[in-house]
């Protein structure tokens, strides 16, 4: 365990106790989760937030005149204040998830905005979240999508995007951290480089969030989404973070409750801002969960989590790299949240499902990233993708089944 996190967490049992999931077992033996890429569990503040609400208020927020209506409101409003406030964010707009996110600003905004032959930039990079909106919006409205390339080690440089932007440039959309081989972009200086030339750019932060401070008024990015369940909140909830100015600019999406000032059959007004994009009941339960995961993430501290993670993940890195046969893929210079690899002749659902025999979950596949993965010679690898809640420990018993998985089915 790297001293931050000794002293800030104890020796990690204290802030591990909060994860009720971690006392399971698996397969009989002690869970070791890896697998927070794809989701991370949940802590009892969380858990807590959203059952009071559940069991004290559970009512909807906004249209009602009673008491528990009232509070419901009061706390789904003041978990948006607190969310957009630890993101720097002027405004937030409560949706599903990254990918809602990215679909609201492509169907309302790139919608309004970009015309035949307009350009979409995008990275090899992305998650497929990033590039299937865009695809889509490029079908209906004759945009092109442009892609800048990595190179072999699934670094994005910048000299790459600079030379990919053109005059026909109306948008770029880069992922932070890639999800499936954990490459940190440089997204400040992508965004500094996109607003110089009068570009709006949106910024996929859904493996930001959970590994760094992240203030996207400093990044500079004019949209930034993410998702609750990757940064400790339910499922179901995550955001779109955007400069009022710009989302009162944009078209409504989904049409219905919540999203309306008045409704005549001939025609309809729209609600402000960030209620116009918030069609029907939201998830209510979600907002004020993800509420509590961030008032939690402040208390643990966004730099500590930063640190313990960096150990954490090039001391994984380390293992990997001392064990034949294991082969890294993508050798980026700057990473967060994850590492993938293949194995000599396994196939990476198999390697999956055995570490899974072990109580290990990780996960195999693409990872929705396809085209990343294509472009470094692969069809699926195995991720390792640990946070700041898991030990030393956990990273022996990791190498040591990858060993013996190895040596017994090689
Ligand atoms: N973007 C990235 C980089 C991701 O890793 C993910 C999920 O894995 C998404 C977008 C989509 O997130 P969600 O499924 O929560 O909308």
Not at 208 to 223: E, L, Q
Not at 342 to 367: E, S, W
Request: aromatic residues 6%; negative net charge; contains cysteine.
């Amino acid at each position: 365990m790297t001293s931050s996190a000794c002293e800030i967490w104890g020796d990690l049992s204290g802030v591990r106790s909060l994860f009720p999931v971690l006392n399971r077992t698996v397969h009989k033996t002690p869970l070791v989760y890896l697998d927070n890429a794809a989701t991370t569990p949940r802590p009892q503040p969380v858990i807590d937030a959203v059952l009071r609400y559940e069991e004290t208020f559970p009512a909807n927020v906004h249209r009602g005149v009673h008491t528990l209506s009232g509070e419901a409101t009061d706390a789904y409003e003041n978990a948006r204040r607190r969310i957009a406030a630890f993101f720097g964010a002027e405004t937030l707009v409560f949706t599903r998830g990254a990918t809602e996110a990215i679909n609201l600003v492509a169907n309302t905004w790139a919608s309004d905005h970009l015309q035949a032959g307009d350009e979409i930039l995008i990275s090899a990079l992305e998650h497929h979240a990033n590039i299937v909106p865009w695809q889509m919006l490029c079908e209906r409205q004759g945009c092109v999508l442009r892609v800048v390339d990595v190179d072999d080690n699934g670094e994005l440089c910048m000299q790459a995007v600079e030379a990919a932007m053109t005059d026909r440039t109306r948008l770029i959309a880069i992922t932070g951290v890639s999800n499936a081989i954990g490459t940190l972009t440089p997204i400040n200086d992508i965004c500094a480089a996109a607003k110089s030339r009068g570009i709006p750019s949106l910024v996929d932060g859904a493996q930001m969030v959970p590994h760094m401070p992240v203030d996207v008024t400093a990044i500079g990015c004019d949209f930034f989404v993410f998702s609750g369940h990757k940064m400790y909140a339910p499922a179901g909830i995550g955001g779109l973070l955007a400069r009022t100015a710009i989302l009162e600019d944009m078209s409504p999406w989904q049409g219905g409750g919540d999203m309306i000032r008045t409704v005549t059959m001939e025609r309809s007004t729209w609600n402000d801002v960030p209620w116009k994009f918030e069609a029907g009941t939201p998830n209510i339960g979600g907002a004020i969960g993800l509420g509590a995961a961030v008032d939690w993430l402040k208390t643990l501290g966004m730099e500590p989590i930063a640190t313990r993670e960096a150990a954490l993940l090039s001391d994984m890195i380390g293992r990997l790299q001392s064990i034949d046969r294991v082969h890294l893929v993508g050798q980026p210079s700057q990473r967060a949240g994850s590492v993938s690899f293949v194995i000599d002749g396994m196939h990476p659902a198999d390697v999956g499902a055995m570490l899974d025999r072990h109580g290990i979950a990780i996960r195999a596949g693409h990872h929705c990233a396809q085209p990343i993965l294509e472009r470094l010679g692969y069809t699926a690898t195995i991720r390792i993708a640990p946070a700041f809640y898991n030990t030393d420990a956990e990273m022996d018993v990791t190498e040591q089944a990858i060993r013996r998985i190895i040596d017994v089915f090689g």
